[in-house]
């Protein structure tokens, strides 16, 4: 699905290229992953410049934690968004292995 600048797009989770997308019409906005067993490894976030500052980036990090803890896997941030949102965020902490 695409959204339109300043609409909401669907997270899709792209198990296949291993990561959470939200397309819009400036382009993806991801999450990537690497799996190593039962571990997570959060890689990199991105999102196109224009829609910078709109919680895509958080949207797209929930949506990656979210199922790692329905999976039961242990998750590393290896990106500093992904660091600085468990920061934040408490209730992330317990996926830290």
Known sequence: MT?????????VH???ASRFQ??????????VYRRDGDLL???HTEVPPALEGRGIAAALV?????????QGLRVRPLCSYVVAYMRRHPETQDLLG
């Open 3 to 11: 959204g339109a600048a300043g609409s909401a797009a669907a997270i």
């Open 14 to 16: 792209r198990p296949e």
């Open 22 to 31: 939200a397309d819009y019409a400036e382009g993806a906005a991801l999450c």
């Open 41 to 43: 490894l959060i890689t």
């Open 62 to 70: 929930q949506a990656t934690l979210a199922w790692a803890r329905s």
